[in-house]
């Protein structure tokens, strides 16, 4: 019989995983590795649903080549980058607490230009 931490290991291991839609757009994807704007991003769901947070961690430490801080602060995205879950903005929904599911869709718009 495997002992709890064996158990807890092989649990963790059988993870679900979810796969999100990512997209970038103005001018999020010059901070991106290849300056992509387009991707698609596969997260672990252990005991629940990961959350938006989860994505933006992932992208930070994943997705981002440079500038990490002009993305996110405090595992959210910084002031002026706009995030839409499934075309509905996420201050409507919960936030960076969002839970996403297989097949959801999450766009990240920067509404900073320069002059």
């Known amino acids: 019989m495997a002992d709890k931490s064996t158990q807890q290991q092989q649990q963790q291991e059988q993870a679900t995983k979810i796969t ?8 999020m994807e010059l901070l991106m590795k290849d300056k992509t704007q387009k991707l698609q991003v596969e997260l672990a769901a252990v005991e ?5 947070r989860d994505l933006i961690r992932y992208i930070r430490d994943n997705v981002v080549a440079e500038k990490k801080e002009l993305f996110s602060k405090n595992d959210t995205v910084c002031p002026g980058i706009l995030v839409i879950v499934n075309e509905v903005d996420w201050e409507v929904e919960d936030g960076a607490d969002t839970r996403l599911e297989t097949g959801d869709s999450v766009l990240f718009i920067s509404t900073l230009h320069g002059g």
């Open 48 to 52: 629940e649903s990961p959350t938006v």
């Open 20 to 27: 999100v839609s990512v997209e970038f757009s103005g001018g």
